[in-house]
């Protein structure tokens, strides 16, 4: 294996270079000539820039370079939740730490989903989680299906991101090292083709669930916020991490607003056969 011809990052007199960012003085290799992933995937190396430590994880804040301290106003409320916790508290609709999926069901028809699709999800979600949020209390199986939010952090799954750690925790470097790699053109935004190539580029050997729990996840973030452009922005794909997003929308909706973003069947047509996956 060759190194490609053009790596997007190259140690420059001691100073790591990466195109359209600021320049950092390295000790140490972020790129390896055998490993082509490496060039093609570079990480957000400059994160450190604007958050406060980055690579240790955010109990109950979901932080990024445009906003290092969270959202405070959102978050408060929730101070002794995860932010995993946060991001399923949207569908606890009596706050008694479980989810039945009727909650599942009534909460995305609340976003604006279809009868078909939401009932769908709320079988794909239940049948696959159910009983690995109910070991956190119990080996038996519960017989209504139910989400327990408790024991959510035991429904982190393979093929991810790995912004979840595997206590529920918020990672803010591996936010946005998902957006360094992944976001083609540094648009600050994702495009179908940059979310499929980032779903096939997490894919882990052997992990099945997690591919499609990865397709189904991403797929329907993109339904429900993809701009008129197809693409879905960095600061709504955070607040899908605390789940504050849903509430949003929830309440624009109830409002008698229009939720301005979201793609329907038409769209899909004319996206999914615009888009290339590289």
């Given at each position: 294996m060759t190194a490609p011809e053009t790596p997007p990052?190259?140690?420059?007199?001691?100073?790591?270079?990466?195109?359209?960012?600021p320049d950092f003085h390295l000790r140490f290799a972020t790129t390896a000539p055998g490993?082509?992933?490496?060039?093609?995937?570079?990480?957000?190396?400059?994160?450190?820039?604007?958050?406060?430590?980055?690579?240790?994880?955010r109990a109950n804040l979901a932080v990024s370079t445009e906003y290092p301290d969270g959202n405070g106003s959102y978050a408060a409320p929730y101070e002794?939740?995860?932010?995993?916790?946060?991001?399923?508290?949207?569908?606890?609709?009596?706050?008694?730490?479980?989810i039945f999926p009727t909650d599942t069901y009534h909460g995305f028809r609340e976003l604006g989903f279809s009868l078909f699709f939401s009932?769908?999800?709320?079988?794909?979600?239940?049948?696959g989680f159910s009983y690995v949020t109910r070991l956190q209390y119990s080996y038996i199986p519960d017989p209504w299906f139910r989400i327990y939010v408790g024991g959510i952090h035991k429904a982190k799954h393979g093929s991810d991101s790995n912004t979840y750690d595997i206590e529920g925790r918020f990672v803010p470097q591996a936010f946005e090292d998902m957006f360094s790699k992944w976001d083609d053109g540094n648009k600050g935004r994702l495009s179908l083709s940059d979310l499929c190539r980032m779903?096939?580029?997490?894919?882990?050997a052997g992990d099945p669930f997690g591919w499609f729990a990865a397709i189904f996840e991403w797929g329907t973030t993109w339904l429900l916020l993809a701009g008129a452009d197809g693409m879905i922005s960095k600061e709504d794909v955070r607040r899908v991490y605390d789940g504050s997003i849903f509430w949003y929308i929830r309440?624009?909706?109830?409002?008698?607003?229009?939720?301005?973003?979201?793609?329907?069947p038409r769209d899909i047509v004319r996206f999914v056969g615009g888009h290339t996956t590289k």
């Open positions: 990052a190259a140690p420059v007199n001691g100073w790591h270079q990466r195109p359209n960012g490993c082509e992933a490496t060039f093609n995937r570079p990480q957000a190396i400059a994160a450190e820039s604007c958050i406060s430590r980055p690579a240790i994880a002794d939740y995860t932010v995993l916790q946060q991001h399923v508290l949207f569908w606890d609709r009596d706050r008694d730490g479980e009932a769908l999800s709320a079988f794909i979600i239940h049948f779903v096939q580029g997490n894919r882990l309440s624009t909706r109830r409002q008698g607003g229009r939720w301005e973003r979201g793609v329907g």
